[in-house]
């Protein structure tokens, strides 16, 4: 258990991160907030960074998003929506790549197919230097890399189990469950990590093969960390180390074979 808490916390570094030729990432997510300066306030951020990456990301567009929070009240798990926060999307040219940004807030988002990390790492690493050069953010407050796994069933019956093993992580009576399960670990192993791993179902199904099942890994830094890229390279490597050992600590030979094109 020890052990794991390294991990999570970034003692523990994994350099092993095969590329699969058929993914189960549905969305990786790198979120990185950041302060501005109160000269930087007075310049269009959206814009000035437009400017930046119009010639890749070409297509731009306004795009509110509304998330909500999950806490434990006086009669049991409450959701409280929070205010939309209004950004701007831009759409890669060529790749099915999305970036927003907000205020505060430089989003990358990697749909399907998922490219790998090493692409990932380069578009977040890119990505965050031109609005470092646009604009000059102060400091970065907080980086979350967050990745959401599909799985397609095959046939009703099918349980998370058929391609999920439990660990440290994911408790083995949950795998065992019909259709209709949830699950959420929120570990704090220090003031400063935080690692959400959630399994469920998406709510679409197939009459044949039923809901598929997500598995969505979520770490995140909450901290002031230098806006230099040896600084954000350092961090998101540390977090997508860990959610690595979640995802591997997870996975079951025939989820493996999947993974690379095999027969399940």
Not at 14 to 31: D, I, L, M, S, Y
Not at 110 to 115: S, V
Not at 158 to 170: G, T
């Amino acid at each position: 258990m020890a052990q794991k808490q390294l991990a999570i916390s970034g003692g523990e570094m994994n350099n092993e991160h095969p590329t699969f030729p058929n993914p189960t990432v549905h969305e990786a997510v790198c979120e990185i907030h950041f302060r501005l300066s109160d000269e930087s306030r007075k310049r269009s951020l959206q814009s000035e960074f437009y400017k930046r990456i119009q010639k890749q990301f070409p297509e731009m567009g306004p795009a509110a998003s509304t998330s909500f929070q999950l806490r434990v009240g006086p009669t049991g798990m409450e959701q409280r929506f929070l205010p939309p926060q209004h950004r701007m999307r831009y759409k890669h040219a060529e790749r099915n790549l999305l970036l927003q940004l907000s205020e505060d807030t430089l989003t990358v988002n990697e749909l399907p197919k998922y490219p790998g990390w090493e692409q990932m790492k380069h578009d977040v690493l890119e990505a965050w230097c031109e609005l470092r050069e646009a604009i000059g953010p102060e400091t970065i407050t907080r980086i979350g890399l967050r990745y959401i796994n599909r799985i397609e069933r095959t046939h009703l019956e099918e349980r998370a189990s058929d391609w999920l093993k439990p660990s440290v992580y994911i408790a083995e009576y949950v795998l065992r469950s019909v259709s209709g399960f949830l699950y959420r670990l929120q570990s704090v192993p220090d003031p400063d990590n935080r690692l959400i791993v959630t399994l469920g179902e998406a709510t679409e199904a197939s009459e044949r093969r039923g809901n598929p099942i997500i598995l969505d890994i979520d770490r995140i830094v909450e901290r002031s960390i230098e806006i230099h890229n040896d600084a954000i390279m350092s961090e998101i490597t540390r977090l997508h180390d860990s959610v690595w050992d979640v995802f591997k600590a997870s996975m079951t030979l025939r989820l493996e074979r999947l993974l690379k094109g095999e027969e399940p």
